[in-house]
């Protein structure tokens, strides 16, 4: 019978380890360290990135006749004005444990239940740990044992998405796809993670953005050194289909490459066809499916 209970000091080192066997094979993840995990857990590092918009965060963790099968995280979670809601921002157990991971759902949905906190959502995209992507936040659909646990639980899915990546070649800069475009790059540093963007205005309106960061900075593993994560890209509606977003994209893989990033990787809502085809006519091929979860009334704009 798995049972759930509150995380203790000695849970450390069997869940970093049953972390990085869940993560295993997954693109976009590398092993943490057991000093990341702890810095992630308590949250009292910088390196951590934790935003104060997690509050009240608390971990569960499921065992089975003595044994640690997986852990969730908790918290609430508000965005700008909305209402706060419960965020289950990662649930992590050993391959193929259908009842730990339906353990561990339910209990964090209870446990965020108790706090008042009506609406609650899971693996919500942007929400990642820096120690590890884990798909950004969200769920890898071949995950199939965490993905039962919360359907069993009573969760949805929603915002699906595709992972994808590329290896950037060398790749020259196209025209700016009109005259009074103008490009500026800037750099900014939240959370420990340098984000660096390319955007283009018209008219001083800025009406195009992508922005990327070097993976070395959310993970510490050598292999993250060579990796590289668009975090952002956007057209106003009114400049879309002129070449502006790829042009800024382009730059910005030029750009990773030149940083000695061997691999570029983003996501891409599965239902966006015309941005699916950009990142297809630069290279860029699915490399897994990914989703979040939700519960109870409403879908919040997590985007």
Known sequence: ????????????????????????????????????????????????????LFEDARFLVAE???????????CRWQREESAPFGLIRCLVALPRSDAASEALASAALDDLRQ??????????????????????????????HLVNGFLAAGFRRVVPEVLMGVEPAATAASPAPQQELEVHHRESVQ??????RWEAFVGGDRVAEVVWFPCSERARHPSARQAAYVWWVHTEPDYRRRGIARYLLVAALNEARDHGCREVFLHADTHNQAA????????????????????????????
């Open 1 to 52: 019978m798995v049972r759930v209970r509150m995380f203790e000091e000695w849970d450390f080192e069997p869940l970093v380890r049953i972390l990085n066997e869940c993560c295993s094979g997954l693109p976009l993840v590398w092993p943490a360290t057991l000093d990341e995990f702890r810095e992630a857990v308590s949250g009292d590092a910088a390196r951590s990135g934790a935003p104060p």
């Open 64 to 74: 089975e006749g003595g044994a640690v099968l997986g852990f969730a995280h908790t």
């Open 115 to 144: 706090r008042g906190l009506e609406s609650v959502a899971a693996c919500v995209w942007a929400t990642g740990y820096p120690w590890y992507q884990m798909g950004d936040g969200s769920c890898f659909e071949s995950q199939q």
């Open 191 to 196: 959370d420990g993670t340098t984000f660096r």
């Open 276 to 303: 699916r085809s950009l990142y297809r006519s630069l290279g860029f091929r699915v490399l897994a499916h990914c989703t979040s979860f939700a519960h109870g009334p409403g879908e919040p704009d997590w985007r």
